[in-house]
């Protein structure tokens, strides 16, 4: 089981930190992503880190603000948001995969919603 915490409301051009917890679940042959779903919209990628190697991938419309990384020692994945725009507003999940439909262990997800 995956839990997140750290989402919260903020204003645009803020920053939050969401953590996700991997502990119960064995990660090393994993990526860990993390995907999110706007109000209304489909659930998808937002950012994935391999946990062997520490390759990344973030999808177009967060780079440069977004910054995913991981914590061995406490098997944690964390995803540093800079700069947040309205429509990053969304709720946030955690899941071992990089892709929605064959990502498998879940976590329940954290509001993240950017408002002025």
């Known amino acids: 089981q995956l839990v997140e915490s750290g989402g919260g409301l903020v204003q645009p051009g803020g920053s939050l930190r969401l953590s996700c917890a991997t502990s119960?679940?064995?990660?090393?042959?994993?990526?860990v992503g993390w995907f999110r779903q706007p109000p209304g919209k489909e659930r998808e990628g937002v950012s994935c880190i391999d946990w062997r190697d520490s390759s990344t991938y973030y999808r177009d419309s967060v780079k440069g603000r977004f910054t995913i990384s991981r914590d061995y020692d406490n098997n944690t994945v964390w995803l540093q948001m800079n700069n947040l725009k309205l429509e990053d507003t969304a709720v946030y999940y955690c899941?071992?995969?990089?892709?929605?439909?064959?990502?498998?262990?879940w976590g329940q997800g954290t509001q993240v919603t950017v408002s002025s």
């Open positions: 119960g679940v064995t990660v090393d042959h994993y990526a």
């Open positions: 899941a071992t995969g990089c892709i929605v439909a064959t990502a498998n262990y």
